[in-house]
């Protein structure tokens, strides 16, 4: 067995972490992958590996520049994508995935219309990225402008990205986000009836309470995350620092 020494608990919570998005749903097979930061190591899930197999023995690293340090598997193919979100905000983890419903409003529309408050937990109205090949340099780019000011974006005809100081509240922000788009997909499909949408003003409302949600004390239940945390985490378990509103994987497509 492999001595992981300080990147245990995190890679073994990350590992848990990419389980939940199988089991609730937001990803099929080995699709999706999930990254969280220990100092300037990323350690991120390996390539094209089931997530019920992941051991100790398959930790995968890289450093902020790419370079492999941990681990002999290959790292996810979307590994462009994940640097560039550590880069280019303060994240310690992100999230990935394939969910059916936000894949599918990606497809519909360049921003998810502000069908719930919860949007303000992501910084703002959700942008989706512009198409590109998956596991290039130019998805990265589309992914980070479209994260510009947000905690959470949707990939044109692929998926969703999500990141937060914490794996719990990057995963979380994947479910909420999820969660909406199953919410605007139904309203939607009403006959003869619009959806009642949220006014900038409303959201903005919202935002300002969801930053005093939860135990601010214990460094919870923060709504939007923006530019706090160290970019860094020690693997927290399943069930903290969820955001207010629907429960973890509600509407994740199962």
Do not use: F, K
């Not at 001595?3 to 699709?31: F, I, N, Q």
């Not at 340099?137 to 990205?161: F, I, K, Q």
């Not at 006959?191 to 601010?216: D, F, I, K, N, S």
């Amino acid at each position: 067995m492999t001595e992981l020494g300080e990147t245990a608990r995190p890679w073994r919570a990350l590992v848990a972490t990419a389980r939940r998005t199988v089991s609730d749903g937001l990803v099929v097979g080995t699709s999706g992958n999930v990254s969280v930061r220990v100092g300037d190591t990323v350690l991120v899930t390996p390539s094209g590996v089931p997530y019920d197999r992941l051991t100790d023995d398959d930790c995968t690293g890289v450093g902020l520049d790419g370079r492999q340090v941990l681990g002999t598997l290959v790292p996810t193919s979307e590994l462009p994508m994940h640097l560039a979100v550590y880069r280019g905000t303060d994240a310690g983890a992100v999230v990935h995935t394939h969910a059916v419903h936000a894949t599918a409003v990606s497809t519909l529309v360049t921003e998810l219309p502000l069908i719930h408050y919860m949007a303000g937990a992501l910084g703002g109205p959700v942008r989706v990225a512009p198409y590109a090949t998956y596991g290039t340099e130019e998805l990265a780019g589309n992914m980070l402008r479209a994260l510009d000011g947000r905690t959470g974006c949707l990939l044109r005809n692929h998926g969703t990205v999500t990141y937060g100081t914490t794996l719990d509240q990057a995963y979380d922000r994947t479910a909420q986000l999820e969660w909406m788009c199953r919410v605007w997909l139904a309203a939607s499909s009403v006959p003869g009836l619009t959806p009642a949408l949220l006014t900038p003003e409303q959201l903005t409302q919202a935002a300002e309470r969801l930053r005093a949600y939860g135990q601010q004390g214990q460094g919870q239940g923060q709504g939007q995350g923006m530019g706090s945390g160290s970019g860094q985490v020690s693997g927290q378990g399943p069930g903290q620092g969820r955001e207010p509103g629907q429960g973890v994987g509600n509407g994740a497509g199962r």
